[in-house]
């Protein structure tokens, strides 16, 4: 693996990248959090898009693995003065940077810096395009809410998820509906027509059911259920559900809540209370929204470790490149 | 005993230490354990993966009966990956869990397991990621086979067979849980195929 800018990667591939995460979990318990693999070595994070728990929780993933972790944003930065991404990469890699984390809103933008700098890159989030890290740390979350301490090793196998909302403008979506199947997870994709994209309503393209009655999918009495934020900044001019029709047809309502009593319910953050899920939800007992964020740090560091630890990569795949 | 067998490569290498034998080094340090310590209390075993857990695990039910105290809850694995000082130079290594024993490290005497001491970097990476877990009282080291060629000022407390070896020759140990057979064989590279395993 020379970069991670997708979350197709092989079954074998991601269940690796999960166990390892498993042991990064592992020093959350301890006393000293910090592993010295990444000493010597500097990751930038570039972020041209606001963010803040996925910056941090690679911030956190590079400082616990020893890398001097360096935040760069788009504000207040060179790109605001009208520099091009390429300059700002080539310069970020001029200074000596051993890795780049990258988020921006064009879609497609990590994959081109991957190409133009020689240095490892991960995809922090593209546009309306991947968001790969949040991918294996919702299956990490879910993986260790099925098997426990038992996960390392297994998959998602049989395990049925409704992923529910906006998802034609959803990263975290996409990168799921590559990710998940592949560890043998039966997905569908369940929100109104207009957020479904064409690619998944109109067959299996991504291996993966769409449907826009959320009540027949509850009746199926899925595993687990992810709900999305709804992203008012991102829909632009398409046609959307007003709130109030969102919260009739696809909100998880309490009465909603009540009729799948053990589903594992899952949501990348940050959430529309009222909106998209309802507080009783959010903070109940099968919610994993918390453990999902731990999960994040573990995941990174996975990530950030067998992107940068090695100057002689194991395997170079086309999955993740 | 030293005779012919077939090495891990299919190559022919000598055993030097059959499973009686093994069983036996093992038993000779379990005794020596308990004795430095003068008995078993304060006692945790941490075997480094892989082999070096299951040994931990054999000395611990050979302490157990010899003490007459169930060492189970004593014993954990200790994995020094992310320690090693050679990640650059070598393809990405996969970690192995690491279990501490639930009343951890601290003011412990730990005895440290693995199957071959050689460089001695395994064991230095160990006492950085022992480091890590906390402040036990006292660290020992226990190794089934010691071949020699130290880069570092490392010495085992408990050696169950001191292996004089030239350094191109691979020295293997099998364990039952992992290779099906107990046994430790010595083999030239120059000759057979390098072998995985015990080569810490």
Known sequence: MKHLLTAAMPRDEAIALLDLAEDMHQIQDREVKKLPALRGRTVVNLFFEDSTRTRSSFEIAGKWLSADVINVSGKGSSVSKGESLRDTGLTIAAMGVDGVVVRSGASGAPALLADWIGRPVVNAGDGTHEHPTQALLDAFALRRRIHGDAARGKGLDGVRIAIVGDIAHSRVARSNALLLPALGAEVTLVGPAAFLPVAAADGTRLGVRAETDLDLVLDEQPDALMLLRVQLERQGGHVAPSPAEYITGWSLTDERLARVPEATLLHPGPMNRGLEISSRAADSDRSTILEQVTAGVSVRMAVLYSLLASDHPSSDNGGAR | ?200
């Open chain 2, 1 to 200: 005993m030293t005779q012919p067998g077939t090495g891990v490569g299919g190559t022919t290498a000598r055993t030097v230490l059959g499973a009686d034998e093994i069983a036996r080094a093992l038993t000779r340090i379990a005794h020596e354990i308990l004795e430095a310590n003068q008995g078993p209390d304060d006692l945790v075993l941490l075997g480094i993966p892989t082999r070096g857990v299951h040994l931990a695990q054999r000395l611990a039910d050979r302490l157990g009966d010899i003490a007459g105290i169930d060492f189970g809850p004593r014993v954990g694995a200790l994995d020094v990956t992310m320690h090693r000082d050679d990640l650059r130079g070598r393809p990405t290594r996969a970690s192995q869990p690491t279990r501490i024993p639930a009343d951890g490290v601290d003011g412990k005497t730990v005895v440290l397991v693995d199957d071959v001491l050689y460089s001695g970097r395994t064991i230095r990476a160990a006492l950085d990621a022992l480091a890590d877990l906390g402040r036990p009282r006292a660290v020992r080291l226990a190794v089934l086979v010691d071949r020699g060629h130290r880069e570092l000022p490392i010495r085992a407390d408990s050696v169950g067979k001191n292996l004089p070896s030239a350094r191109s020759e691979h020295v293997s140990i099998l364990l039952d849980e992992v290779d099906g057979r107990d046994a430790v064989t010595i083999e030239d590279r120059a000759q057979g195929t390098p072998a995985e395993g015990g080569t810490a």
